[in-house]
């Protein structure tokens, strides 16, 4: 079992910057691919990023690439979204989630554990 708990989440005008955090207890958190991913409403779920177990593959959704970026604490079991540029179309509710397989690490149904998300919205 792994706990997931995100946070960071807030209000931020557009062309702003937040930084979301991941932050994991459990089972051997270097052991899970992490993804984050983004619900808005009256929109469908999407991948945001994902990471691999050591940090070193990383992998966005189109409509975050050269925005926001990924990455991983190991000794503090705690992943990272840094996010740039926002735009409103950003706004959504942020999920993490951890998977042990590395396998279709873009799709949320191969994720087993999910934190209970943190709401971004980006005003224009």
């Known amino acids: 079992q792994v706990q997931l708990v995100e946070s960071g989440g807030g209000l931020v005008q557009a062309g702003g910057s937040l930084r979301l955090s991941c932050a994991a207890s459990?089972?051997?958190?270097?052991?899970?691919?992490i993804g984050w991913f983004r619900q808005a409403p009256g929109k469908e779920g999407e991948v945001v990023a994902t990471?691999?177990?050591?940090?070193?593959?990383?992998h966005y959704g189109d409509s975050v690439k050269g925005r926001f970026t990924i990455s991983r604490d190991n000794a503090k079991n705690t992943v990272y979204l840094q996010m740039n540029s926002l735009k409103p179309e950003d706004t959504a509710v942020y999920y993490c989630?951890?998977?042990?397989?590395?396998?279709?690490?873009?799709?949320?149904?191969?994720?087993?554990?999910w934190g209970q998300g943190t709401q971004v919205t980006v005003s224009s």
């Open positions: 990471i691999s177990r050591g940090g070193g593959s990383t």
């Open positions: 989630a951890a998977e042990a397989t590395g396998w279709r690490t873009s799709y949320a149904g191969s994720y087993d554990y």
């Open positions: 459990g089972r051997t958190f270097s052991n899970y691919f």
